[in-house]
């Protein structure tokens, strides 16, 4: 695969090669969709909590007696009819959030770059990361590159000065290559990437962290 190297002007400067097994795959949509679908579930809080009748303070003395006065049979104050007594039925802390498998993980965020990369939305950019932790600059690279939607920039390592620059851009997030993620992934409609990220991102999704082949190989076998 390979992916096009432009300047903070846009002018083109070369092209690098990419590794096939994660920029050039063919995209798992089942996989991409489950992936989604638990990062958006673990991140939901689930806090929701109501005191039932045993949980609320409050006395257990029985109102009134049972019978004799005329009026209705009543025990505790704390029952759930009563002015600040217990909630019948109400919600209680859930757990929303799901477990993908490792693999399933990886084929996601491999299948979601492969995306971007056969739409011709990732572009390398050599000096993305501006000389300092300011915003016009960051934002006159970004109108060079004619980035006008929502985009992720992603670096080899944490770039404080880069995200200090990004983050009063309300369509733009930056991140480093270990970070990334489905969601965001996702949302970006254009993704620019410095060269030591992309090599981040052989190293920690190709190579090694492939899944492992099932069966005898050829060699094995003569």
């Given at each position: 695969?390979k992916?096009?190297?432009?300047?903070s002007?846009?002018?083109?400067l070369?092209t690098?090669?990419?590794?096939?097994?994660?920029?050039n795959?063919?995209?798992h949509?089942?996989?991409l969709?489950?992936a989604?679908?638990?990062?958006?579930?673990?991140q939901?809080?689930g806090g929701g909590h109501?005191?039932?009748r045993?949980e609320?303070?409050?006395?257990t003395?029985?109102?009134?007696?049972?019978k004799?006065t005329?009026?209705s049979?009543?025990g505790?104050?704390?029952a759930p009819?009563?002015?600040?007594g217990?909630?019948a039925?109400?919600?209680?802390?859930r757990?929303?959030s799901?477990r993908?498998?490792?693999?399933m993980?990886r084929?996601a965020?491999?299948?979601?770059?492969?995306a971007?990369a056969?739409?011709?939305e990732i572009?390398v950019?050599?000096?993305?990361?501006?000389s300092?932790?300011?915003?016009?600059?960051?934002?006159?690279t970004?109108a060079?590159?004619?980035?006008e939607?929502?985009?992720l920039?992603?670096t080899?390592e944490h770039?404080p000065?880069l995200?200090t620059?990004a983050?009063?851009i309300?369509?733009?997030?930056?991140?480093?290559?270990a970070y990334l993620n489905?969601?965001d992934?996702?949302?970006?409609h254009?993704?620019?990437?410095?060269?030591d990220a992309?090599?981040?991102v052989e190293a920690?999704?190709?190579?090694?962290?492939l899944?492992?082949?099932?069966?005898?190989?050829?060699a094995?076998v003569?």
């Amino acid at each position: 695969m390979k992916l096009q190297v432009v300047d903070s002007e846009g002018n083109p400067l070369r092209t690098i090669d990419a590794a096939d097994e994660v920029f050039n795959i063919e995209p798992h949509r089942w996989v991409l969709h489950q992936a989604y679908v638990a990062q958006m579930a673990n991140q939901r809080a689930g806090g929701g909590h109501t005191l039932r009748r045993g949980e609320v303070r409050g006395s257990t003395r029985k109102i009134r007696r049972q019978k004799g006065t005329g009026r209705s049979r009543q025990g505790s104050i704390r029952a759930p009819h009563h002015v600040g007594g217990g909630i019948a039925h109400g919600p209680k802390p859930r757990d929303f959030s799901q477990r993908l498998p490792k693999q399933m993980k990886r084929l996601a965020i491999r299948s979601a770059l492969s995306a971007h990369a056969r739409a011709g939305e990732i572009t390398v950019v050599e000096g993305l990361v501006p000389s300092e932790p300011k915003t016009k600059l960051l934002a006159r690279t970004l109108a060079a590159l004619g980035v006008e939607r929502r985009t992720l920039l992603v670096t080899g390592e944490h770039e404080p000065v880069l995200h200090t620059a990004a983050r009063n851009i309300p369509h733009v997030k930056a991140m480093p290559a270990a970070y990334l993620n489905v969601v965001d992934l996702l949302h970006a409609h254009r993704v620019l990437m410095t060269e030591d990220a992309v090599r981040k991102v052989e190293a920690l999704w190709g190579g090694e962290n492939l899944r492992p082949r099932r069966g005898r190989t050829k060699a094995e076998v003569a």
